[in-house]
């Protein structure tokens, strides 16, 4: 990794797209700093290291997760990228059911540019709506219920307004800046900007590690949850590629005057097909809980979520539903992003085959059942990856801001992963520039 760095260092035309991307991320995080107008910088502060210190540091872990603790503080960037991972799954889910969208996926690029735009456009939606929202709740004194400073000065119409357009404005500069990553720097923007703000957070909650127990105490526990850290992320990079190859062979066929055709192939299944999704949706499902009790802190309801769904990690009730949930959607997404039917249709209109298995529905069923066998593996390498701050908190007495969480290691390895291939890749094409040249 290291030599493939100093490899992209010394070609400038990387060197300038490294560069470029590193300035972006510069931008990007400037702006998680700088507040919303209206906000009382010093009180809102306080409520934030209160609020994710305390008892309620459950109901606001999901919240700190994808803006790098922007959001908390109200920034401009306070939304992050989260209106547009949103948005992305939204039009993604909406592909299997509505036919318009089915029809422009199918169309390539020229119908990928329309989703965007639907993309673009449901993700400023739901900017408004979740600005509208933490406005809301920070003008009336919901969105830190332990903390009795006011984070606002003034509760005027024109200021809410002011700060419900300071956020939605945020969100579509980054949505700007995610697409200027990726059309002229290196990786996919949007994913740079997600590791971007989950690695924002890791020296305060590294150090809060070593601060939370006295003397040489602290530093040892330190060292053990560093290395700890590194092994789970070595064996997630192993699982991450992890894969099964099914081999596709293509018989000859005559176009024209031209013999084609007649090579061998495989279809990569791998053994995590649906990646990061399923761990989202389940903490998403289980963030709505704890957003009701921010909203309603009193109550018996209020006090069974806090006692039982609250994400405290030593709540068996939670850590049940939790791998229930993702179990689920693990075989919920990878059912509606993989169809074996269509790659079916698709190998025989081309005249591929799977040796020793049929054309048609014996193609289906063995795809079918290949994939199930992978899922169930999959589903449960996700449920283990979650219960990672559990065990730190049981094991080790972390906080909710454990550092090496399910949701942020994934993404981390995932984004890195994906970016070290991109990077790679370019450096190939130059090598193989060089030797022709």
């Not at 906000?39 to 209160?50: K, L, P």
């Not at 949103?86 to 318009?100: D, F, G, K, R, Y």
């Not at 559990?390 to 994906?418: C, E, K, R």
Request: aromatic share 10%; with cysteine; proline share 4%.
């Amino acid at each position: 990794m290291i030599s493939a760095f100093l490899n992209a260092f010394r070609s400038p035309d990387l060197r300038k797209k490294i560069l470029f991307t590193l300035m972006i991320l510069v931008i990007f995080r400037l702006g998680a700093s700088v507040p919303t107008p209206n906000v009382n910088i010093s009180a809102i502060q306080q409520c934030a290291a209160d609020a994710t210190t305390g008892d309620t540091a459950g109901a606001y872990a999901m919240i700190n997760l994808f803006s790098g603790g922007a959001l908390l503080h109200l920034s401009v960037f306070a939304l992050g990228i989260m209106p547009y991972i949103t948005a992305s799954i939204i039009l993604q889910l909406l592909t299997v059911v509505i036919p318009h969208l089915e029809n422009l996926k199918q169309e390539g690029s020229t119908g990928q540019e329309t989703i965007t735009k639907y993309t673009r456009w449901v993700t400023i939606v739901l900017a408004v709506l979740q600005a509208t929202s933490f406005t809301m709740l920070a003008v009336s004194g919901q969105l830190y219920s332990s903390c009795s400073q006011a984070v606002v000065y003034d509760r005027g119409i024109f200021s809410i307004v002011v700060m419900i357009l300071t956020m939605t404005a945020g969100t579509s500069l980054i949505m700007w800046l995610g697409e200027l990553i990726t059309d002229r720097g290196v990786g996919n923007g949007m994913s740079i900007l997600i590791f971007t703000q989950i690695a924002a957070r890791f020296p305060s909650s590294m150090w809060a590690i070593r601060t939370a127990h006295p003397g040489n105490q602290g530093w040892l526990l330190l060292v053990v949850v560093v290395a700890v850290g590194l092994l789970v992320m070595a064996g997630v990079v192993f699982v991450e590629q992890a894969q099964r190859r099914i081999p596709v062979q293509y018989a000859k066929r005559m176009v024209g005057n031209r013999l084609m055709g007649g090579s061998s192939t495989y279809i990569p299944l791998k053994v995590n097909q649906a990646g990061v999704i399923p761990v989202i949706f389940a903490s998403s499902i289980l963030y709505l809980p704890s957003l009701y009790t921010v909203f309603r802190p009193t109550g018996k309801v209020s006090e069974w979520i806090a006692a039982n769904l609250a994400g405290t990690g030593d709540s068996l009730v939670y850590n049940v539903v939790y791998l229930l949930l993702i179990i689920f959607f693990t075989y919920f997404y990878v059912a509606i992003t993989f169809d074996p039917v269509e790659i079916s249709d698709n190998m025989r209109k081309y005249g591929g085959f799977i040796p020793g298995i049929r054309a048609g529905k014996p193609t289906e069923n063995y795809l079918s059942y290949v994939l199930s066998r992978l899922t169930a593996p999959g589903s449960l390498y996700l449920a283990l990856i979650s219960l990672i701050p559990t065990l730190a908190i049981v094991l080790l007495g972390a906080d909710q801001n454990f550092p090496f969480g399910g949701t942020s290691l994934l993404i981390m390895v995932g984004v890195g992963l994906d970016t070290m291939k991109q990077v790679e890749s370019q450096l190939h094409q130059h090598n193989y520039e060089g030797f022709l040249s």
